[in-house]
């Protein structure tokens, strides 16, 4: 079955405790790309990648940080959380990036800094 | 830039009757696309629809359709035949050309939590 998959689901850390949320695709897709959502605001992006080590900033890039050293994986890593980045994670996967490709979403992953 | 506008934060709609979502855009894009997403109380995005800006029919998928009027610059989804199961908050996005750099991104409006009354 094609699908982006995001690990952990939900997750409660500490102010300045690393993490990494992990997202696999399994559909050769060659763009990925990290959203949050947070209430009011809609999805914004934080990073995206077009391929394999090419990786740029979003709109929302401060405290996250990205690799993309094989094709279906693209961790988002949080250095050191604050709890301004408690909300809801998306990591987004399309065949390429003109403007007829549809982006396909993992389930999501809803983070809670304290 | 691009930007999308939903000004409808919340919409109620009678079970079996239809309802439109509103959704209007700004981009300086030549071509773009637009898309409408579904997130449900269990938090997952779900694609709807899409509409290419050069596309000359409004497009349809089952009781979704797309009313695209590009010279007003809006894109509204019309749900037919409401079911209890259409309860959720849509979203509207487009993606813009590479050459102007929009295509890196969806871009969202702030979305519309659609409740389907029985």
């Known amino acids: 079955e094609a699908q982006v998959t995001q690990n952990p689901r939900y997750l409660i850390t500490v102010t300045g405790k690393k993490l990494t949320v992990t997202c696999s695709q399994n559909m050769n897709h060659e763009y990925m790309s990290w959203y949050r959502q947070d209430p009011g605001l809609g999805l914004r992006q934080i990073y995206y990648?077009?391929?394999?080590?090419?990786?740029d900033k979003g709109d929302v890039p401060e405290g996250y940080k990205v690799s993309r050293k094989e094709k279906r994986n693209f961790p988002l890593i949080l250095e050191s959380p604050s709890p301004n980045q408690t909300s809801l994670y998306f990591c987004a996967s399309s065949l390429g990036t003109g403007h007829s490709y549809e982006q396909y979403f993992g389930p999501g992953t809803r983070l809670t800094v304290t | 830039a691009q930007k999308i506008t939903q000004t409808q934060p919340g919409m109620f709609v009678q079970e079996k009757e239809a309802v439109t979502l509103d959704c209007t855009y700004d981009?300086?894009?030549?071509?773009?696309?637009l898309f409408w997403y579904k997130q449900p109380s269990s938090g997952e995005m779900i694609f709807l629809i899409y509409q290419g800006s050069y596309d000359q029919q409004n497009a349809t998928e089952g009781r979704y359709s797309l009313n695209f009027q590009k010279a007003r610059k809006s894109a509204n989804l019309v749900i037919s035949a409401s079911q209890l199961g259409d309860s959720a908050m849509y979203f509207c996005?487009?993606?813009?050309?590479?050459?102007?750099?929009?295509?890196?991104?969806?871009?969202f409006g702030s979305g519309t939590q659609l409740t389907v009354l029985p």
């Open positions: 990648s077009m391929n394999v080590e090419v990786t």
């Open positions: 981009t300086s894009d030549p071509s773009y696309g």
């Open positions: 996005a487009m993606r813009g050309t590479i050459s102007s750099g929009s295509a890196r991104q969806l871009t």
